[in-house]
Antibody
Framework: EVQLVESGGGLVKPGGSLRLSCAAS????????MNWVRQAPGKGLEWVSS????????YYADSVKGRFTISRDNAKNSLYLQMNSLRAEDTAVYYC????????????WGQGTLVTVSS | EIVLTQSPATLSLSPGERATLSCRAS??????LAWYQQKPGQAPRLLIY???NRATGIPARFSGSGSGTDFTLTISSLEPEDFAVYYC??????FGQGTKLEIK
């Protein structure tokens, strides 16, 4: 069974940093591109970042470019999101999502981890 | 950047009725469009990919159509569990703003 479990969320002050993790199991992690998608309270889905299976290709939404860094460790079946210079508007539930091979859509999602940026 | 616009923002229908949700792209995305369903407190679930292909385990009452810039998600006969928010997504990953399907 495919499982994605996010962790690392919490309360952080504006300007602070946080590192999210996503532990994957039930599939060959190293074969899939992975993504982070966020959802602000009461709002819609916003794609944040994507990383290819071997980390060769990395993409970011304009809203986080230069502040967030996506990475992965295929030996540990883990995906990460390093978030720096956090702003109030980064407050959201952050989901990791598996991208079906050679496509653009996300067939499995974690349950999400809440990041709150507030003083 | 391709922008996806969903309509209506809210759709009020009764169980058993037919639901038609629209997603319009600011420029052609060919058939590279997916639909997701999200219920309160849950992660999104993939329903449709490549405009018209149902994902694994998705009931036949869900169907997708369209290409280029105009796409439609149709639910042929609403079940109580279908009331949720629906999002479209295009190949550059961005999502539409969502359509809330609520019980009338």
């Amino acid at each position: 069974e495919v499982q994605l479990v996010e962790s690392g969320g919490g309360l952080v002050k504006p300007g602070g940093s946080l590192r999210l993790s996503c532990a994957a199991s039930g599939f060959t992690f190293s074969s899939y591109s992975m993504n982070w998608v966020r959802q602000a309270p009461g709002k819609g889905l916003e794609w944040v970042s994507s990383i290819s299976s071997s980390s060769s290709y990395i993409y970011y939404a304009d809203s986080v470019k230069g502040r967030f860094t996506i990475s992965r460790d295929n030996a540990k079946n883990s995906l990460y999101l390093q978030m720096n210079s956090l702003r109030a508007e980064d407050t959201a539930v952050y989901y990791c999502a598996r991208e079906t091979i050679f496509t653009y859509y996300f067939d499995y999602w974690g349950q999400g981890t809440l990041v709150t940026v507030s003083s | 950047e391709i922008v996806l616009t969903q309509s209506p923002a809210t759709l009020s229908l009764s169980p058993g009725e037919r639901a038609t949700l629209s997603c319009r792209a600011s420029q052609s995305v060919s058939s590279y469009l997916a639909w997701y369903q999200q219920k309160p407190g849950q992660a999104p679930r993939l329903l449709i990919y490549d405009a018209s292909n149902r994902a694994t385990g998705i009931p036949a009452r869900f169907s997708g159509s369209g290409s280029g810039t105009d796409f439609t998600l149709t639910i042929s006969s609403l079940e109580p569990e279908d009331f949720a928010v629906y999002y479209c997504q295009q190949r550059s990953y961005t999502f539409g703003q969502g359509t809330k399907l609520e019980i009338k």
